[in-house]
């Protein structure tokens, strides 16, 4: 996918002529909304009135919910993996085979 620029405010902080990776403008739009408004939600919560203070808790925000989400992901997978090895041991178990060596 191209990158598109494009300009976006946040926090009243114009910035001019940006590209997201792999985002086109709509999306980087949509993206500096989300940052604004997560932004706006710590500034209500803490107070700070610092931005520079603001810009690193919303990222900070920002990274520990992928980090979350990044962690809750491979959970899951090592639980499905291991349902699907328990299953093919069973259906061999069933057919009558050795189970198979990792």
Do not use: C, W
């Given at each position: ?10 926090n009243?902080i114009?910035?001019?002529?940006i ?15 989300q ?17 520079l ?27 499905g ?6 299953m ?15």
């Open positions: 996918m191209a990158t598109d620029k494009v300009g976006v405010t946040i009243r114009i910035l001019d002529n590209s997201i990776k792999d985002l086109n403008e709509l999306e980087t739009s949509i993206v500096a909304k940052v604004e408004s997560r932004l706006k939600e710590i500034e209500s919560e803490t107070g700070v009135v610092d931005t203070k603001l810009s690193l808790l919303t990222a900070m925000s920002f990274a520990a919910e992928l980090y979350v989400r990044q962690q809750t992901h491979d959970s899951d997978r090592q639980v993996t291991k349902s699907v090895d328990e093919i041991s069973r259906l061999e178990a069933a057919l009558g085979h050795a189970p198979s060596s990792k």
